[in-house]
């Protein structure tokens, strides 16, 4: 059958899906802003037919109550666009220093955030490539297959997307790049049960770092890698423009996939849930919360009964200067890693550091994500326009992330010094985050769709629709 066919009613849920990037809406991407507060009644806990689940809205032959925008509004999973806010006001935190600063300088906010935000925005790409594919009820054939190219194509259009901006030269580990390898490699678990997703998740949680410090192990210096991974990256083309290419997208970059992919393979199981169910909320945030308290028990517990010990023991200033540079192991810990610990000594997998990429951090961070995605569905229909804003942000994820990038780079370039908008460098925490939250909520209000959202959700349906 031909991509080039009209859409199905299942392709007109689709349409009212989440999609990965341009708005995570949950459920429903209608697009309209709430005419309305919804009323915190027992709706909550109302059971919608498996179509309303797929797209947010009533199923066929169902009848809105009320007026229709309020219940579009209602209908929404408007807690994934939260969580999404939070994950990308997360990475402000890291990128431009949003909080307080505390007695010994240090910024509050950091250690709470780093690595954690960016698990979450994962995580979420993930449930939204779920939401995408039918959610609860997994298309076949055809719809399966528009779903699955438009994954592929976003990922595609991230990779240029987030070259240039890497190429900015800004002190942001950007994200973006990363993605197409993500969408990629979820693609073929696209059609697959959630049981078979967590699972793979939870394997790759354990087996991702292990495997990961083997090979950059062989990849150090004198290892039988160590030509091979040099002769790659002198053809990668990413390489020569941005010094981020295939080999750091998969292992040794600031998000390889080889520990990445267990926040998104969660998602994308997470996705396949009926997310207005109330017990299923409650159920994220038990199980997350769970899985991260036994996750950063267990490495306290091994680095307090030996390992600590080992590494301060065995470390090496220069293994550790490719990866963050610390000058002790204590100051490695509090600040974290750069996406990968150092392979001098097997120990370091025992941390759980924000962007360490061992399995303690995997699935403490991951864990994490879970219990504030749960915890965001639960709250946010009762605080709906309170929230508002954080959604707005979060719905318009793409545009505020290469924003924010943007104003960094015109805030260290010096241009704007000595001018009327010279507050954009003197306190570029404050214009970031204000600039956002005020931007994001205007936009959404007035037009919907996202600036760079809207053309990159028609290019990538039109494109998925016309391969055969």
Same mark, same amino acid.
């Given at each position: 059958?031909?991509? *080039?066919?009209?859409p199905s $009613? @299942?392709? +007109?849920a689709?349409?009212?899906? &989440?999609?990965?990037i341009?708005?995570?809406r /949950?459920?429903?991407?209608?697009?309209?802003a709430?005419s309305a507060?919804?009323a915190?009644?027992g709706?909550a806990d109302?059971?919608?037919?498996p179509a309303?689940e797929r797209?947010g809205g009533p199923?066929p032959?169902?009848?809105?109550?009320g007026?229709?925008?309020?219940?579009?509004?209602?209908?929404r999973l408007?807690?994934i666009d939260?969580?999404r806010g939070?994950?990308?006001?997360?990475?402000?935190v890291?990128?431009v220093?949003?909080?307080?600063?505390?007695?010994?300088?240090?910024?509050?906010l950091?250690?709470?955030?780093s690595g954690?935000?960016?698990?979450?925005f994962?995580?979420?790409?993930?449930?939204?490539i779920?939401l995408? *594919?039918?959610g609860?009820? $997994? @298309?076949? +054939?055809?719809?399966m297959?528009? &779903?699955?190219w438009r994954?592929v194509i976003? /990922?595609?259009?991230?990779?240029?997307?987030g070259t240039l901006l890497?190429?900015t030269g800004?002190?942001?580990?950007?994200?973006?790049a990363?993605?197409?390898v993500?969408?990629?490699?979820a693609a073929p678990?696209?059609?697959e049960?959630?049981?078979?997703?967590a699972?793979?998740a939870?394997v790759l949680?354990?087996l991702?770092p292990v495997?990961?410090?083997?090979?950059?192990?062989?990849?150090?210096?004198?290892?039988?890698?160590r030509?091979p991974v040099?002769?790659?990256?002198s053809?990668d083309?990413?390489?020569?423009?941005?010094?981020?290419?295939?080999?750091?997208f998969?292992l040794t970059?600031?998000y390889?996939?080889?520990?990445?992919?267990p926040f998104?393979?969660?998602?994308?199981?997470?996705?396949?849930l009926?997310?207005?169910?109330?017990?299923?909320?409650?159920?994220?945030?038990?199980?997350?919360?769970?899985?991260?308290?036994v996750?950063y028990?267990?490495s306290?517990?091994a680095?307090?009964?030996?390992?600590?010990?080992?590494?301060?023991a065995s470390?090496d200033a220069e293994?550790?200067?490719?990866?963050?540079g610390?000058s002790?192991?204590a100051?490695?810990?509090?600040?974290?890693?750069?996406?990968?610990v150092?392979?001098?000594?097997w120990?370091?997998?025992?941390?759980?550091?924000?962007h360490?990429g061992?399995?303690?951090e995997?699935?403490?961070a991951?864990?994490i994500?879970?219990a504030v995605?749960g915890?965001?569905l639960?709250?946010?229909?009762?605080?709906?326009?309170?929230?508002?804003?954080?959604a707005?942000?979060?719905?318009?994820?793409?545009?505020?992330?290469?924003?924010?990038v943007?104003?960094?780079?015109l805030?260290?370039?010096?241009?704007v010094?000595g001018?009327?908008?010279?507050?954009?460098?003197?306190?570029?925490d404050l214009?970031?985050l204000?600039?956002a939250?005020?931007?994001?909520?205007?936009?959404?209000?007035?037009?919907?769709r996202?600036p760079l959202e809207?053309?990159?959700?028609v290019?990538s349906?039109w494109?998925?629709k016309?391969?055969?």
């Amino acid at each position: 059958m031909s991509n *080039s066919i009209s859409p199905s $009613p @299942r392709d +007109g849920a689709a349409e009212t899906a &989440a999609d990965p990037i341009d708005s995570a809406r /949950g459920a429903s991407a209608a697009g309209t802003a709430p005419s309305a507060p919804a009323a915190p009644s027992g709706r909550a806990d109302a059971q919608p037919s498996p179509a309303a689940e797929r797209s947010g809205g009533p199923g066929p032959g169902e009848r809105s109550e009320g007026a229709g925008a309020a219940k579009k509004a209602a209908d929404r999973l408007v807690g994934i666009d939260v969580a999404r806010g939070l994950a990308v006001l997360g990475m402000f935190v890291v990128h431009v220093g949003v909080g307080w600063t505390l007695a010994d300088g240090s910024n509050a906010l950091y250690g709470l955030v780093s690595g954690r935000s960016a698990a979450l925005f994962a995580l979420l790409a993930g449930v939204s490539i779920a939401l995408l *594919s039918g959610g609860p009820t $997994p @298309r076949a +054939g055809h719809d399966m297959g528009v &779903a699955l190219w438009r994954v592929v194509i976003r /990922g595609l259009i991230m990779l240029p997307v987030g070259t240039l901006l890497t190429m900015t030269g800004t002190p942001v580990s950007v994200i973006l790049a990363y993605y197409a390898v993500f969408f990629v490699l979820a693609a073929p678990l696209m059609s697959e049960r959630w049981k078979i997703v967590a699972g793979t998740a939870a394997v790759l949680g354990v087996l991702g770092p292990v495997v990961s410090f083997y090979v950059r192990g062989l990849m150090a210096e004198g290892g039988p890698l160590r030509g091979p991974v040099a002769a790659v990256n002198s053809y990668d083309p990413l390489v020569a423009l941005a010094d981020d290419g295939v080999v750091n997208f998969l292992l040794t970059g600031a998000y390889p996939a080889i520990t990445w992919m267990p926040f998104v393979f969660a998602g994308m199981a997470i996705g396949r849930l009926r997310l207005r169910r109330r017990a299923v909320q409650w159920s994220l945030v038990g199980v997350g919360a769970g899985l991260a308290a036994v996750a950063y028990t267990a490495s306290w517990a091994a680095l307090a009964l030996g390992g600590r010990a080992r590494l301060e023991a065995s470390f090496d200033a220069e293994a550790v200067a490719g990866h963050g540079g610390a000058s002790s192991v204590a100051e490695a810990l509090r600040v974290g890693f750069p996406g990968t610990v150092p392979v001098n000594d097997w120990a370091w997998l025992l941390v759980s550091a924000g962007h360490s990429g061992t399995p303690f951090e995997v699935f403490g961070a991951g864990g994490i994500a879970i219990a504030v995605l749960g915890l965001c569905l639960i709250v946010a229909p009762y605080l709906r326009w309170a929230v508002y804003p954080l959604a707005a942000v979060g719905a318009l994820a793409l545009t505020t992330y290469v924003g924010h990038v943007l104003v960094i780079r015109l805030a260290e370039s010096g241009l704007v010094d000595g001018t009327p908008l010279g507050f954009v460098s003197d306190r570029l925490d404050l214009t970031v985050l204000v600039g956002a939250l005020v931007f994001a909520t205007v936009w959404r209000l007035l037009v919907r769709r996202g600036p760079l959202e809207g053309p990159l959700h028609v290019v990538s349906m039109w494109a998925a629709k016309r391969i055969p």
